[in-house]
C-alpha cells in the first residue's frame, strides 16, 4: 500500500474517532447539561428522560419531554407549558440554531403532546423587528391535545386526539395582505373538539374532522356569535350583518394552500344551517379588488335551511331543503369585481319552501335553476305588511318555467336572452299603487333582456287600479321577442314587442258607474275581435243624478261583435295605430242626459279638435257601424219623464279617422249615416271636417222623409208639454257649415196638415186658448215646392257640445219655416196677452176680496151704481184680454 494511501485511511480513522466521541460527549453534555443551559440562556424551562443528538445527521430524538416558560407574563416571546411524550426531529439544523438563532427541520414528530401554547404579540410594523423564525419542512403530530391562545390569554385554537401529518410547511411570521398565513402540499389530520377564535365576534367549532386517502371529513362544523344582535348593533355599529353557520357533516379532497391560492375538490357540504341577522345598516361596497383566488371543483350543498331575518327580528327570507351543485367555482381578482363575483362552468340549484317577507310575501313550493333553464312550482304572492300607496299583487300561480340562451353580465350590466317564458294558472289581483312624483332615475342594472316567446296559460287575473278593476278570465296569451332596453339620458325602459296574441273571455272592468264586459277577446298585432260587448251602468238614473256634480251622460251600451284589422304598436316608445277597417254589428246604445244638476262649465272641443289632441299617430281607413240602434233621452226639472230620440237600424261609414300626426296621409273626415228616425222615416246624414285644420270648420247636411209629426211626441211631450196632433214631415233638408263660434246654412221643410197640441205640466189636459193661439199662426202646410230660409248667426255655448248647436241650427230652421219672419214679433205678442190676462185676472180676485170684507149698506145708491159700473168695465176689459 502507497504512503498517501494509509495517510489517507488514517486520517479518516482519526476523523471518525474524533466525530464519535464528539457524539458521545454531546449526548453526556445535552443528557446532563442542556437543560440548565436551555433555562439559562432561554426563556423556557426543559426537562426530559432521554435525549439523543446524531452530530452526523442532525437526528434528535427525546422522549419525557416537559416545557414550561419561565416567565408566564412575558408576552413578547411564545409562552409555552405542557409535556410531550416523544419527540422526534430529523437534519435538524444545529449551525443555524447556534450561530444565526434560526429553528429548522427537515422533519418534527412530536408524540403525544399535550401542549399550551401562548403566541406573542404581533411584531411591530413600524421597526420590523423579526423574531425568531421557526421552520419545520413537514410536522407529524400523534394523539396531541394542543391549545393556543393570544398573547391576552384569550383562547384562539384548540384541539383533542390531534394526528397531524404536513409536508413542504411555509408559514409567514405575520398576517400580510393579499397572502395565506399557512400554506403546505400535503396533509393529513384527524382529531375532536376544534375550536377556533378568529376575531372577538365569532368561534368555530368542530366535533370531529378526519382524513383518509385525501379525502377530509368534517362532523359539526359551527360558526357561533359570540354576541347577541343588541351587543353586535353596540359594539360594531357599522356593520350590516351577523352570521350563525351549522353543517353536521362535510366532505372535500384535496387541498391545496399556495401563495394566494386555495383549491380543493369535491366538497359535499349535507344539512347546513344557515342565519343571517341584518342590521339595517347599508352595506358598503369596497372598492378594492381582492388578490385571493378560489378553485373549488365539483361542489355540493345537500339540504340546507336557510333564514335571513330583518332588523327586527321578523324573517326576511326563509328556505329549506336546499340544493346546489356547482362545477369548477372561481372567485379571482376579475370575478371580484362583477356583479355575480364567481365564475362558474355548470351548476344545478333546488330548494322547497321558499318564503320572502317584505313589502310582498312571496313563497314557492319548489324551485329549479341551471344555467340553461328554470322551473318554479305553486307561487303565491300576497301583500306584505307596509305596502301601503305601493303596487301590490295577490297572485297565485301553479308553474312557471323558463329556458335561457344567455346570461351574462359585462361591465356589471345585465345582458340576458331568454328563449322562452311559461305561466301557467295564475289567479289573483295586481292592484296599482299611487304614482308618485317623478325622481331622479339612478342608472340601472339592465343592458338589454330578451324574452324570444313569453306563453301566459289558463289564468284568471284582476288589475285594480283606483278602485275600478280590469278582469282577464281565461286568459292564455302568446308575446314573442319582449325587449327590455335603457332609454337615453336615465328616463327609464324602453319596451319592446314584436308580435303578440292573446284571448280572455269574460272580460270585465268595472268604473265608478259601469261594468263593461266582453263575451270573448282576441287581439293581435293585426287584428283585434270582440264578442258581446256589454257596457251597463251600475248605478239607477236617480243614483245617478245625485252623484255627478255637473250634467254628465249616462250611457248602456251593447255590441254584438266588434273587429278591427290592420297594424298597432302600444307598447313601444314609438306607439302608432293605424287599422285599415274596424267594424261594428248589431250595436245597441242607450244615452241619458238629465238636465237637473248643474251645466257643465268646462269648454267642450269639437271632435276635430278632440281626435287632434290623441298624442300617437293614429288612423282608421273605414269604420262601419252596422245594423244598430241609437236611444237618446234628455230630461229637465219641469219634465214628466224623459224625452226620447230613438235612430234604428243604424248604419254609419266613416272614412280616414285620423290624429292628424302620420306624415303623408291625408287628414280629412267623412262620415256618412243611414238610420231611421224614431223607427217611422228614413234619415241620412253626410258630416266632414279636417283634422289638421286648426279652425275646426265642419260642415253637415241631411234629409229625412215621410215623417209623420206625431212620431216626435215621445221627445217633445214629456217636457215642453206640447204634442203633435197632425201633420206629416214630407221632406226635411238642412245643410250647415260651421266652426267653434257657431254655425249657419239653409234648411228646407215641407210638411202638410200640421196641428199641435199644448199642454199642462202633467200633461193631460189641453189649453185651448194657447194652442188656438199656436195653430193660428203656424203653417200647417208648406205647398209643393217650400223655399228652402236660412240658417244665420246661430251662436254656439262652447260649454255645449257639437250637438247642442247641431239642434240649434235645425231649431232655427224650424221656426222660420213654421212661423214666418214675424216669429219674434208674435211670441212677444202671445206672452204679453198672456200677462195681461194674469193682471187681470189677479185684479178681479183682489177687488172681489175687498168687497167681501167691506159690507157698507149705509152709503148712497149713487156710490153702488159707480162701484157696479167700475167693476161692469173691468170684466169687459178682462174678457177681451182674454179674446187677444
Known amino acids: 500500500m502507497k504512503k498517501w494511501a494509509k495517510r489517507v485511511l488514517i486520517s479518516f480513522g482519526i476523523l471518525a474517532a474524533v466525530i464519535l466521541a ?20 432561554t426563556d423556557y424551562k426543559v426537562s426530559y428522560k432521554t435525549l439523543d443528538v446524531d452530530l452526523g445527521t442532525g437526528n434528535i430524538l427525546a422522549t419525557g419531554i416537559t416545557v414550561n416558560s419561565k416567565d408566564p407574563q412575558n408576552t413578547n416571546v411564545i409562552g409555552l407549558q405542557g409535556t410531550i411524550d416523544t419527540l422526534k426531529i430529523s437534519r435538524f439544523g444545529i449551525y443555524d440554531a447556534i450561530f444565526n438563532k434560526t429553528i429548522s427541520s427537515s422533519d418534527l414528530l412530536l408524540a403525544k403532546p399535550n401542549l399550551n401554547v401562548i403566541l406573542a404579540k404581533p411584531i411591530d410594523r413600524k421597526t420590523g423587528k423579526k423574531r425568531n423564525p421557526v421552520l419545520f419542512e413537514n410536522i407529524r403530530i ?134 343571517v341577522h341584518n342590521t339595517g345598516i347599508p352595506v358598503k361596497n369596497s372598492n378594492k379588488k381582492s388578490d385571493f383566488e378560489v378553485n373549488l371543483e365539483n361542489i355540493k350543498l345537500s339540504n340546507a335551511v336557510a333564514l335571513i331575518n330583518k332588523p327586527d327580528g321578523s324573517a326576511l327570507l326563509s328556505a329549506g331543503n336546499l340544493n346546489l351543485n356547482i362545477n369548477q367555482l372561481k372567485f379571482n381578482k376579475e370575478t371580484s369585481d362583477q356583479v355575480i363575483p364567481v365564475g362558474y362552468r355548470d351548476f344545478t340549484f333546488s330548494g322547497r319552501d321558499i318564503v320572502y317577507s317584505n313589502q310582498q310575501n312571496i313563497s314557492v313550493r319548489t324551485v329549479g335553476i341551471n344555467p ?58 295586481v292592484k296599482a299603487g299611487v304614482k308618485k312624483q317623478k325622481t331622479v332615475q339612478r342608472p340601472g342594472i339592465i343592458q338589454s333582456v330578451t324574452v324570444q316567446k313569453t306563453s301566459v296559460k289558463n289564468s284568471n287575473i284582476i288589475y285594480d287600479k283606483g278602485g ?9 296569451a302568446t308575446v314573442n321577442e319582449i325587449m327590455l332596453t335603457p332609454q337615453p339620458k336615465g328616463q327609464g325602459l324602453s319596451f319592446k314587442v314584436k308580435d303578440y296574441f292573446l284571448t280572455t273571455r269574460n272580460f270585465a272592468y268595472k268604473t265608478q258607474f259601469y261594468n263593461i264586459s266582453l263575451g270573448l277577446l282576441k287581439l293581435n298585432k293585426n287584428k283585434v275581435q270582440v264578442n258581446n260587448f256589454a257596457m251597463k251602468p251600475l248605478v239607477s238614473r236617480a243614483q245617478f243624478i245625485k252623484m255627478i256634480p255637473v250634467e254628465r251622460d ?92 230613438t235612430f234604428s237600424n243604424f248604419n254609419m261609414n266613416v272614412k280616414n279617422l285620423n290624429s292628424a300626426k302620420t306624415k303623408g296621409k291625408p287628414t280629412k273626415v267623412d262620415i256618412k249615416i243611414n238610420c231611421s228616425f224614431m223607427n217611422l222615416a228614413p234619415l241620412s246624414v253626410n258630416w266632414n271636417f279636417d283634422v289638421a285644420d286648426p279652425s275646426d270648420a265642419f260642415a253637415i247636411s241631411g234629409r229625412t222623409s215621410n215623417l209623420p209629426v206625431s212620431g216626435i211626441n215621445p221627445f217633445i211631450r214629456p217636457y215642453l208639454h206640447v204634442t203633435a196632433t197632425a201633420g206629416t214631415i214630407q221632406e226635411m233638408l238642412f245643410n250647415f257649415k260651421g266652426n267653434p263660434a257657431g254655425l249657419h246654412g239653409t234648411f228646407n221643410l215641407k210638411h202638410k196638415d200640421l196641428k199641435i197640441a199644448v199642454l199642462n205640466k202633467n200633461n193631460q189636459e189641453k189649453k185651448g186658448l194657447l194652442t188656438a193661439v199656436v195653430n ?107 179674446t187677444e
Do not use: C
Open 776 to 882: 193660428i199662426f203656424i203653417k200647417s202646410d208648406s205647398g209643393r215646392f217650400p223655399e228652402a230660409v236660412a240658417v244665420e248667426n246661430v251662436e254656439r255655448d262652447p260649454t255645449k257640445s257639437f250637438f247642442n248647436l247641431f239642434w240649434k241650427g235645425i231649431e232655427q230652421g224650424l221656426k222660420k219655416t213654421l212661423i214666418g219672419k214675424s216669429v219674434e214679433k208674435t211670441e212677444k205678442k202671445v206672452k204679453e196677452a198672456v200677462s195681461s190676462v194674469k193682471d187681470m185676472k189677479q185684479s178681479v180676485k183682489e177687488i172681489k176680496q175687498e168687497i167681501k170684507t167691506k159690507k157698507e149698506p149705509s152709503k148712497p145708491q149713487e156710490e153702488k151704481k159707480e162701484k157696479k159700473g167700475f167693476l161692469n168695465d173691468l170684466f169687459k176689459k178682462k174678457d177681451k184680454a182674454e
Open 554 to 645: 249616462l250611457y248602456d251600451l251593447k255590441a254584438g261583435q266588434i273587429n278591427a284589422e290592420g297594424s298597432w304598436d302600444l307598447f313601444s316608445q314609438q306607439k302608432f295605430f293605424n287599422a285599415s277597417r274596424v267594424t261594428i254589428e248589431s250595436a245597441d246604445a242607450n244615452i241619458f242626459r238629465s238636465k237637473i244638476p248643474k251645466d257643465d262649465p268646462k269648454v267642450k272641443a269639437l271632435y276635430s279638435k278632440m281626435l287632434r289632441s290623441i298624442k300617437i299617430p293614429m288612423t282608421v281607413n273605414h269604420l262601419d257601424l252596422k245594423n244598430s240602434k241609437l236611444v237618446y233621452e234628455e230630461d229637465t226639472p219641469e219634465s214628466l219623464g224623459p224625452g226620447k230620440l
Open 468 to 476: 275600478e278593476p280590469l278582469a282577464f278570465h281565461d286568459l292564455n
Open 142 to 275: 400523534n394523539e396531541g391535545t394542543i391549545a393556543v391562545f393570544k398573547h391576552t390569554k384569550q383562547k384562539f385554537l384548540s384541539v383533542h386526539q390531534l394526528d397531524l401529518f404536513v409536508e413542504n410547511l411555509q408559514m409567514t411570521e405575520e398576517s400580510v395582505e393579499h397572502k395565506l398565513p399557512v400554506v403546505f402540499d400535503r396533509y393529513s389530520i384527524k382529531g375532536k373538539s376544534f375550536f377556533f377564535r378568529p376575531d372577538e365576534v365569532y368561534a368555530v367549532t368542530i366535533s370531529n374532522i378526519h382524513t383518509a386517502d385525501g379525502q377530509m371529513t368534517v362532523e359539526n362544523f359551527k360558526l357561533i356569535p359570540l354576541l347577541s344582535l343588541n351587543q353586535f348593533k353596540k359594539f360594531y355599529p357599522k356593520k350590516a350583518r351577523l352570521f350563525e353557520f351549522a353543517i353536521p357533516k362535510m366532505e372535500f379532497k384535496d387541498v391545496m394552500l399556495n401563495k394566494n391560492k386555495i383549491s380543493l375538490t369535491n366538497a359535499d357540504f349535507q344539512n347546513p344551517r344557515l342565519i
Open 22 to 41: 464528539a457524539n458521545f460527549g454531546l449526548n453526556i453534555w445535552l443528557k446532563t447539561q442542556l437543560p440548565d443551559y436551555i433555562k439559562k440562556n
Open 372 to 429: 340553461k333553464s328554470g322551473e318554479l312550482r305553486d307561487i303565491v304572492i300576497t301583500p306584505g305588511a307596509h305596502a301601503d300607496g305601493k303596487t301590490t299583487m295577490d297572485l297565485k300561480s301553479s308553474h312557471i318555467a323558463f329556458n335561457i340562451n344567455k346570461l351574462e353580465f359585462i361591465n356589471k350590466k345585465l345582458n340576458l336572452d331568454l328563449k322562452d317564458l311559461l305561466v301557467e294558472n295564475i289567479n289573483g289581483t
